[in-house]
């Protein structure tokens, strides 16, 4: 059995393959990472990941597995659960991980804080919302065609990436008053058993503010 480990902080990107690993029930184990000052139990994370963000993945003695897209790939390959590679599905499931990490993912982060951290005043707040407004009204539109999920009626990889997304509109205070579908994306993944499970898990979130 592969020994899997996912850094992560509670409340951010690293949820995502939280959520998949749960939902999968393949067995993990957790590290925290401290992100104010890079420190996980072993000591400095960025000798772990030169990166110096989280999610990463450490899988046995294999070089460690970073970005989030990828990982969610990683994990949903193990259980078969990633469409077999090549075929149409295929290319959905990661055109769909692909916007959510370029797309979605990476305008959440705000251009004023260094590193990648979420908006912390109201206008970098306003400024992310103005970024990621348009590119949830595509999602928005799709799952209104063809939802409630990313892929149709059932829940797949990319979904879980999606809610990492809409937890943060929830946690900056955004509404969803013109997005509806994604308003129930986001209450039906928070009905998932896996969710909830992870939610209990994580605790509460990572400040947004600065070494707090
Ligand atoms: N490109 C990375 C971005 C990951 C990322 O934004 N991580 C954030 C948490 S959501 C982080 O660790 N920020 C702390 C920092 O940059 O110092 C990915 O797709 O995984």
């Not at 659960?81 to 797309?103: D, G, H, V």
């Not at 209990?200 to 503010?209: K, M, N």
């Amino acid at each position: 059995m592969m020994k899997l480990t996912l850094f992560y902080a509670a409340g951010a990107s690293p949820m995502a393959a939280h959520i998949l690993l749960e939902e999968l029930g393949l067995p993990y184990q957790l590290e925290k990472v401290n992100l104010d000052n890079k420190t996980w139990s072993q000591g400095n994370y960025n000798l772990l990941n030169p990166k110096s963000y989280v999610p990463a993945l450490k899988v046995d003695d294999q070089p460690l597995l970073t970005e989030c897209a990828v990982i969610l790939e990683f994990i949903g390959n193990q259980s078969k659960f990633m469409p077999q590679y090549a075929t149409p599905a295929y290319w959905k499931q990661r055109a769909w991980l692909n916007y959510i990490a370029t797309e979605l993912h990476k305008n959440f982060i705000s251009p004023f804080r260094p590193g990648n951290w979420l908006p912390n005043t109201t206008d970098s707040k306003q400024l992310v919302w103005t970024r990621v407004q348009p590119r949830l009204a595509f999602v928005e539109h799709q799952l209104a065609a063809s939802g409630p999920y990313l892929l149709g009626d059932t829940f797949s990889v990319a979904d879980s990436y999606l809610f990492v997304m809409t937890n943060w509109m929830k946690r900056l205070g955004y509404n969803f008053v013109s997005l509806p579908q994604l308003e129930k994306f986001d209450s039906l993944m928070r009905q998932r058993a896996a969710v909830q499970r992870v939610f209990q898990q994580e605790g509460a979130p990572h400040s947004l503010v600065d070494g707090e």
